[in-house]
């Protein structure tokens, strides 16, 4: 679970510093914010099942209800980004948000 959230975090950094060289402070701020829009939620809801792990108190339901959250948590973090941050670069934003999105399948791809 952790290593999944980790390689969402590299891969969000990289789109971040390939942003910054595409469309400036800007476009890397963005792809930064996306990515911590995919990376947060993930985070918290790996947290939140390696606590329900270790107590034993881990169900079909819990999951679900933590999936659940997780993509609001995610949808509610664009709407903030889209709202707060004026100067959004929505392709760099985009970019970030697929490559932390797709980071794991690079990983397999990579290994493969």
Do not use: C
């Amino acid at each position: 679970m952790f290593r999944a959230v980790l390689h969402q975090s590299v891969a969000t950094l990289l789109a971040a510093g390939l942003a910054w060289i595409w469309a400036g402070q800007h476009g890397a701020v963005s792809a930064g914010l996306g990515g911590a829009a995919i990376v947060i939620p993930n985070l918290l809801f790996a947290l939140s099942l390696w606590a329900a792990a270790r107590s034993g108190r881990t169900s079909v339901a819990g999951f679900f209800v933590g999936e659940f959250i997780k993509v609001a948590a995610t949808l509610a973090l664009l709407v903030i980004v889209a709202g707060a941050y004026r100067d959004l670069h929505w392709l760099a934003l985009l970019a970030g948000m697929f490559v932390a999105l797709k980071a794991n399948l690079f990983v397999i791809l990579i290994k493969a």
